[in-house]
């Protein structure tokens, strides 16, 4: 039976859910939006970011394994890892 509770209780694990909204970040032309995944009292690295190119609005969405033990911490992080992605991608970060 313990087998069984423990696969019961790993697969009726609710699913992680983003935090309070955070104000999005400009940087070189593109917008970065921390987002935040509350997880068992911590806060995965996660959001978006985008750029309207041309005509088209283009978005990537990203989560990270970095886990923080505060929110504002991992908002911290995003932004800081978005701004590094960036500068090593460009646009680059678009294509498929």
């Known amino acids: 039976m313990g087998l069984f509770n423990s696969l019961k209780a790993l697969l009726s694990t609710p699913?992680?859910?983003a935090t309070k909204q955070h104000e999005?970040?400009?940087y070189q032309g593109?917008?970065?939006t921390p987002e935040p995944i509350a997880e068992k009292?911590?806060?995965r690295v996660a959001g978006?970011?985008?750029k309207t190119v041309g005509e088209n609005a283009c978005e990537?969405?990203?989560i990270r394994s970095d886990v923080?033990?505060?929110e504002e911490q991992a908002?911290?992080?995003t932004i800081s890892k978005c701004q590094v992605f960036i500068d090593q991608l460009g646009e680059k970060i678009f294509e498929s």
């Open 75 to 77: 908002v911290e992080l």
């Open 24 to 26: 999005s970040v400009d």
């Open 41 to 43: 009292g911590q806060y």
């Open 68 to 70: 923080c033990m505060s």
């Open 48 to 50: 978006y970011i985008r």
């Open 30 to 32: 593109f917008s970065i």
């Open 60 to 62: 990537h969405r990203f």
């Open 15 to 17: 699913a992680p859910t």
